[in-house]
T-cell receptor, first 112, second 115 residues
C-alpha cells in the first residue's frame, strides 16, 4: 500500500509570513498534484508535476518535485487570509493505476 | 458552468435506507472516479470508469456499494442498507484520456449523514 505523508498537519501563521508544506512517500510517483479544499467543497486543482526536479510557480505559490519523484513541497510567500484552506497532495503511483492517493492534508490558517 | 457537478449536495438518511448519488463529469472527459472523504482525512479512492467500463474498484467498496456509468456520461453511486460508518463526503472527479489524463477535476461533493 502506497502512503503519502504530509507535514505539518496544522499550520497557523500571520499574514505576510512564508510557509512550506511537505509531501513524502517511500514510493515513486508517476505524477503528483496539489489541491486546495475549502470546507464543504471539493478539492480544486492547483498544479500537476511530472518531471523529477520540476519547479512550478503560481503567483505566490512555488511547487517543487523531488529529483527522485518521491517527495514534493509547496511554498507560499507572503501568505494572505485568502490562502486559508486544506492543502492536499495526491500522487499517481504508476503502472496501470489511474486513481489518486491522497495525503491527509495540511490545514492552513492565515490570520489577518 | 462546465465543471463536474454532483447531486444532491447534502443527504440525510436513516440507517438501513438506500441512497443514490449522481455525478455529471466534464463533458469531454471519458474517465470518471469516485472518492470518499471523512473528516480530517484526504479523499480515498472508491472506483474508476473509463467510458462505461468500471475498470477498478477499491477494497473499500463493499458489496453494499454499486456504481454505474451506463452511457459513458453521468455516473451513479448507490449505497444499500446504509450504516453510520458510511457518513462521509462522496466526491466525483473526471479526467481526459488525452496526454496521459493525469489531472483530475473534482465536483463539489455530496455530504452524506446517516442517523
Amino acid at each position: 500500500t502506497q502512503l503519502l505523508e504530509q507535514s505539518p498537519q496544522f499550520l497557523s501563521i500571520q499574514e505576510g509570513e512564508n510557509l512550506t508544506v511537505y509531501c513524502n512517500s517511500s514510493s515513486v510517483f508517476s505524477s503528483l498534484q496539489w489541491y486546495r479544499q475549502e470546507p464543504g467543497e471539493g478539492p480544486v486543482l492547483l498544479v500537476t508535476v511530472v518531471t523529477g526536479g520540476e519547479v512550478k510557480k503560481l503567483k505566490r505559490l512555488t511547487f517543487q518535485f523531488g529529483d527522485a519523484r518521491k517527495d514534493s513541497s509547496l511554498h507560499i510567500t507572503a501568505a494572505q487570509p485568502g490562502d486559508t484552506g486544506l492543502y492536499l497532495c495526491a500522487g499517481v503511483f504508476g503502472g496501470s493505476a489511474r486513481q489518486l492517493t491522497f495525503g491527509s492534508g495540511t490545514q492552513l490558517t492565515v490570520l489577518p | 458552468d462546465t465543471g463536474v457537478s454532483q447531486d444532491p449536495r447534502h443527504k440525510i438518511t436513516k440507517r438501513g435506507q438506500n441512497v443514490t448519488f449522481r455525478c455529471d463529469p466534464i463533458s469531454e472527459h471519458n474517465r470518471l472516479y469516485w472518492y470518499r472523504q471523512t473528516l480530517g482525512q484526504g479523499p480515498e479512492f472508491l472506483t474508476y470508469f473509463q467510458n462505461e467500463a468500471q475498470l477498478e474498484k477499491s477494497r473499500l467498496l463493499s458489496d453494499r456499494f454499486s456504481a454505474e456509468r451506463p452511457k459513458g456520461s453521468f455516473s451513479t453511486l448507490e449505497i444499500q442498507r446504509t450504516e453510520q460508518g458510511d457518513s462521509a463526503m462522496y466526491l466525483c472527479a473526471s479526467s481526459s484520456g488525452l496526454a496521459g489524463g493525469v489531472e483530475q477535476f473534482f465536483g463539489p461533493g455530496t455530504r452524506l449523514t446517516v442517523l
